[in-house]
C-alpha cells in the first residue's frame, strides 16, 4: 500500500512560480508522477521520476518550465512549476506505481493516488 499526500497549491499570477510537494508513505514505490486535470478535461500526465535512479520524463506542454524532482531518502517529490500560465490551472494529483509505467505517463499506470492540490494561475 501506498499513501500519497499533495501541498503547495495555491494561485498566483502568470509567469510566477509554485512548488508542489508529494510525502509519499508505505511500499517503495518504482515511479511517481504528477498529473493534472481542468474542469471539463480529461486528467493528463505533467511528470513523472523514477525512484531508483531519478530519470525523469515530461509532457511537451510543460517541458523546460516544470521539474520533478525528490529528496534524498525519497520519502518527498517535488514539482517546480515556473513561468506558470492560465492553461496550467488545474487540480494537481500525485500518483505512484509499484511496478513501471507499462503504459506510460497515463493514469491506467498508477495505482495509487493522492487527493490533489489546486493550482489557479491568473492572466
Known amino acids: 500500500q501506498v499513501q500519497l499526500v499533495e501541498s503547495g497549491g495555491g494561485s498566483v499570477q502568470a509567469g510566477g512560480s509554485l512548488r508542489l510537494s508529494c510525502a509519499v508513505f508505505?511500499?517503495?514505490?518504482?515511479?511517481i508522477a504528477w498529473f493534472r486535470q481542468a474542469l471539463g478535461k480529461e486528467r493528463e500526465g505533467v511528470a513523472a521520476?523514477?525512484?531508483?535512479?531519478?530519470?525523469?520524463l515530461y509532457a511537451d506542454s510543460v517541458k523546460g518550465r516544470f521539474t520533478i524532482s525528490q529528496n534524498n531518502v525519497k520519502t518527498v517529490v517535488y514539482l517546480q512549476m515556473n513561468s506558470l500560465q492560465p492553461e496550467d490551472t488545474a487540480m494537481y494529483y500525485c500518483?505512484?506505481?509499484?511496478?513501471?509505467?507499462?503504459?506510460?505517463?497515463?493514469?491506467?499506470?498508477?495505482?495509487?493516488w493522492g487527493q490533489g492540490t489546486q493550482v489557479t494561475v491568473s492572466s
Open positions: 508505505g511500499y517503495t514505490s518504482s515511479a
Open positions: 500518483a505512484a506505481t509499484t511496478s513501471g509505467l507499462s503504459y506510460g505517463l497515463t493514469p491506467r499506470s498508477f495505482r495509487y
Open positions: 521520476i523514477y525512484t531508483d535512479n531519478d530519470v525523469t
